[in-house]
């Protein structure tokens, strides 16, 4: 399973999305000048990274289906 690509994909996607999350949350957890300037970059990124993974899933998804 740690091998197959359609597993590792999706997963790495995922915490890609999880990590940004994290930091967003932390960096809103502590306010300041970093977080009134930087708090709606940090959503689009989020936004962005989830569009992604989201379609690396439907699409790898998809992909199995039609091998089947």
Known sequence: MLKDPM???PALAALVVAGILMFGIGSFARGGEFN???ANRIMRWRLAAQFVA????????WLQSRGN
């Open 54 to 61: 989201v379609v690396v899933i439907v699409g790898l998804t």
């Open 36 to 38: 009134r300037r930087n």
């Open 7 to 9: 597993f590792l994909l």
